[in-house]
């Protein structure tokens, strides 16, 4: 492999999905994601290539240009996937970031194939990289690249994001190798986090575990380096989101799926990967009580909960389906009839164009987590409302909530509260529901993915990344 990148994007996972045609060969298919819309031309200017892994275990593929990128696969061999990716990335990182909400689990093997792990991304990165180049690591599953991939070439200008929350120095003390990941990420020339409040959380841990002199986002290194903490919120790609939205074959779906629905006066929606942080028990117990109370009449709304699958050997993702499963069941059965099931259960995922045509049949989109990063389910909901109606229900501990100051705000560990809001929700009227979605929207609207990439580039490369090796107090 040759250094012919001038741009390089590091993910966990490359942005195309496999299809497998008729005759048993594969092609590629751009994957739905935001991050590669936002990022395409940028990587197509700048000769850009992504390294990341294609999905499946114990398969080693060459790189291969799709679309105009460079795509460098990463092989995880089948222990790995189970140490690195379905272990420390999903059992120990994901529940440790997302507020303990389950209980993460601490192996030392697990530690040590995401080195190793992180290790190998960091040498492809090293090799495809022209000089000066600028390399850009994504998320929880790499935060020990950045620091590796300096130790290799110390020429480039790295980047890193977080997509996920970044935890306060009381859970992340937990971890026990939590210095070596803080020292991991101070390889970067500047650390990107969804809000400010984790961009702190991050420059106050360094300070205060691995000791070093800070001023506001600037972390002072003694070798003389500088790095930069700071948020970036990420967005969708609005435009795109709408314009699907709009289109003739989209519209009719959405009439479609209200029709196949009963026609109900409400429909309420919940789209998310069946994940314990989303906040699924305490959404449906809060409609089924509202069902049950009579507060809502099962002839006159319906909850449509999509869950895609996700993570599904993990063991917490698993002891979630089945939970999830019977919570179903028993509400469908205590207050269902013949003919009128008040949540309709899907586990499946489907095309973008299906999730919007979803989004055009709601009334109420309920976005409930016990904790998020951001949420785009929130922001594509209010990019495909063109008509300025809908109303969104959203938990105040998705970062979305920052910026969607105008939704019906929730605690979703009150039930009482979300009871209220989803009453609050499904009777508001017109008026208000317009001119809370109008608001929403100009936020969603100027502040899409693209702005997001803009923003974190152009301080990538201005940054100051040294200092005169004298801090200030
Ligand atoms: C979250 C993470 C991403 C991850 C995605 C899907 O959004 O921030 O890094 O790719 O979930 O999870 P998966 O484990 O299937 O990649």
């Not at 089948?78 to 440790?96: C, D, I, K």
């Not at 939590?178 to 106050?204: K, T, W, Y």
């Not at 002839?299 to 699958?309: I, L, S």
């Amino acid at each position: 492999m040759a250094a012919t990148a001038d741009f390089v994007v590091i993910a966990n996972r490359l942005p195309v999905d496999r299809v497998v045609q008729p005759d048993g060969s594969t092609t590629w298919r751009t994957s739905p994601g935001g991050l590669v819309t936002a990022l395409e031309p940028v990587m197509r200017r700048n000769g850009g290539a992504w390294i990341g892994w294609h999905g499946a275990p114990d398969e080693k593929l060459r790189t291969f240009e799709h679309d105009g990128i460079t795509l460098v696969p990463v092989h995880l061999t089948g222990q790995e996937y189970e140490e690195y990716y379905e272990g420390f990335s999903n059992a120990t990182l994901w529940p440790l970031y997302h507020d303990v909400v389950a209980p993460p689990e601490f192996h030392r093997e697990w530690w040590e194939s995401y080195v190793e792990v992180n290790r190998r991304f960091a040498k492809k990165a090293a090799r495809i990289a022209r000089r000066n180049a600028v390399v850009w690591v994504q998320d929880y599953q790499l935060q020990l690249v950045p620091q590796m991939l300096r130790e290799l070439r110390p020429d480039l200008r790295i980047g890193f994001f977080l997509h996920i929350p970044f935890p306060p120095n009381e859970l992340f003390q937990q971890l026990p190798w939590r210095r070596s990941i803080l020292e991991g990420l101070l390889g970067a020339d500047l650390v990107g986090f969804q809000l400010p409040g984790a961009a702190q959380n991050f420059v106050r841990l360094v300070r205060q575990r691995v000791g070093h002199k800070t001023h506001r986002d600037t972390v002072y290194l003694e070798d003389g380096r500088t790095v930069t903490a700071r948020a970036y919120p990420i967005s969708i790609d609005a435009a795109g989101f709408e314009e699907m939205a709009r289109r003739p074959e989209v519209v009719a779906r959405a009439a479609e799926i209200r029709e196949s629905l009963g026609n109900p006066r409400c429909v309420l929606l919940g789209i998310d990967r069946l994940d314990y942080t989303k906040g699924l028990r305490q959404r449906l117990r809060a409609f089924g009580e509202l069902v049950t109370e009579g507060a809502v009449d099962v002839d006159d709304a319906v909850f449509v909960q999509v869950a895609t699958p996700s993570r599904e050997r993990v063991e917490q993702y698993r002891l979630l389906r089945d939970d999830i499963d019977r919570l179903v069941g028993r509400i469908n059965g205590d207050v269902g009839r013949i003919g009128a099931q008040p949540i309709t259960y899907l586990h499946a995922s489907y095309p973008r164009e299906e999730m919007a045509a979803l989004y055009r049949a709601a009334d109420v989109m309920v976005v409930t987590p016990l904790r998020d990063g951001m949420n785009l389910v929130a922001k594509e909901y209010v990019a495909c409302r063109y008509d300025d109606d809908g109303a969104l229900v959203l938990s105040e501990f998705a970062g979305a909530a920052a910026e969607l100051r105008q939704a019906y705000r929730v605690n979703p560990y009150d039930i009482n509260g979300l009871k209220e809001a989803l009453l609050e929700a499904i009777r508001a009227p017109e008026k208000e529901r317009t001119r809370r979605m109008k608001a929403m929207r100009k936020q969603v609207v100027e502040n899409d993915i693209e702005l997001w990439a803009t923003r974190f580039l152009d301080d990538l490369r201005t940054v100051r990344h040294t200092h005169d090796k004298t801090p200030r107090p």
